[in-house]
């Protein structure tokens, strides 16, 4: 089965960055799947943050345009969330998924993913 795994999570002052990883493994057949980066806040629902589709076309929440950049590298089944300028308000657990369809655009909708990583922590302080 596939299998998603995040890194990359930490704790970083207001301001700073991080850059978040995924590794696909398992039956993946990676390149052809848009795949996208969600994430919940404590006590908070789960959100789209960013999707991006196998052409490279990107998706981002308004929340966050201009500060997160989502990129993919299909030759080594990896999915990754660059964030710049973090506030208190990104503070989150941060999940990667695949869609459930190959070939299809991508969406910040959650009812369009099937597969799901465990998640990695983001916390941004003042």
């Known amino acids: 089965p596939l299998r998603l795994v995040e890194s990359g999570g930490g704790s970083v002052l207001a301001g700073g960055s991080l850059r978040l990883s995924c590794t696909a493994s398992?039956?993946?057949?990676?390149?052809?799947?848009?795949m996208g980066w969600f994430r919940r806040a404590p006590g908070g629902e789960r959100e789209g943050v960013a999707a991006i589709s196998t052409e490279g076309d990107a998706l981002y929440a308004d929340s966050v345009k201009g500060r997160f950049i989502i990129s993919r590298e299909d030759a080594s089944n990896r999915l990754f969330l660059q964030m710049n300028d973090l506030k208190p308000e990104d503070t989150a657990t941060y999940y990667c998924a695949r869609q459930e369809n190959s070939r299809t655009p991508a969406t910040l909708d959650d009812k369009f993913y099937q597969w799901w990583g465990q998640g990695t922590q983001v916390t941004a302080s003042s």
């Open positions: 398992g039956y993946t057949w990676f390149s052809i799947y848009s």
